[in-house]
T-cell receptor, first 114, second 112 residues
Framework: GAVVSQHPSWVICKSGTSVKIECRSLDFQATTMFWYRQFPKQSLMLMATSNEGSKATYEQGVEKDKFLINHASLTLSTLTVTSAHPEDSSFYIC??????????FGPGTRLTVL | QKEVEQDPGPLSVPEGAIVSLNCTYSNSAFQYFMWYRQYSRKGPELLMYTYSSGNKEDGRFTAQVDKSSKYISLFIRDSQPSDSATYLCAMSANQAGTALIFGKGTTLSVSS
């Protein structure tokens, strides 16, 4: 069965609104969670790394005030795209790392900003 | 030069063919090598995980790592239409995979 879930799987929103994406670890305590963005026919681009209870570490070029990450528990991390614009339309995927160094990806969330 | 190079394809083969997918890399610190399969609009699924050089076999899949050449391969035997997907190589210098570097992915289409 699925180890990682994401919600919603697909969201369409108007430009200027904020969208929250949840990533849940179902079977493991996720000490580390990673957020990726994937544009069509492109590879996964790491956006940020978060550890439970601490601030996320963002990759160069990723606006931390636009992409808010909260990792409040060992099973839940959220990514909020604030004031979304059409160029933010993408496939957002989380990855969890467990204490046993296993790595699992979520099923992804497709965001379309009109 | 990018850290990881992967031919994006697309690669089209008939059912039953042997498929060879490859990645090259430049960072000699990479020790952990992975292959992921990603179906359209889905998250990547781990197929193979290899440490350092050598071969690893799992069913119809074989992963090879040649660290001296900085070259990794994934072979798929007796390919099936259900193997049609994008295959991403990924590598890391540490076991925790905190700095996992991905290739662009190769799109494979297996026709029946």
């Amino acid at each position: 069965g699925a180890v990682v879930s994401q919600h919603p799987s697909w969201v369409i929103c108007k430009s200027g609104t904020s969208v929250k994406i949840e990533c849940r670890s179902l079977d493991f305590q996720a000490t580390t969670m990673f957020w990726y963005r994937q544009f069509p026919k492109q590879s996964l681009m790491l956006m940020a790394t978060s550890n439970e209870g601490s601030k996320a570490t963002y990759e160069q070029g990723v606006e931390k005030d636009k992409f808010l990450i909260n990792h409040a528990s060992l099973t839940l991390s959220t990514l909020t795209v604030t004031s979304a614009h059409p160029e933010d339309s993408s496939f957002y995927i989380c990855r969890i790392g467990t204490a046993y160094n296993e790595q699992f990806f979520g099923p992804g969330t497709r965001l379309t900003v009109l | 030069q990018k850290e990881v190079e992967q031919d994006p394809g697309p690669l089209s083969v008939p059912e039953g063919a042997i498929v060879s997918l490859n990645c090259t890399y430049s960072n000699s610190a990479f020790q952990y090598f992975m292959w992921y399969r990603q179906y359209s609009r889905k998250g990547p699924e781990l197929l193979m995980y290899t440490y350092s050089s050598g071969n690893k076999e799992d069913g119809r899949f074989t992963a090879q790592v040649d660290k001296s050449s900085k070259y990794i391969s994934l072979f798929i035997r007796d390919s099936q239409p259900s193997d049609s997907a994008t295959y991403l190589c990924a590598m890391s210098a540490n076991q925790a995979g905190t700095a996992l570097i991905f290739g662009k992915g190769t799109t494979l289409s297996v026709s029946s």
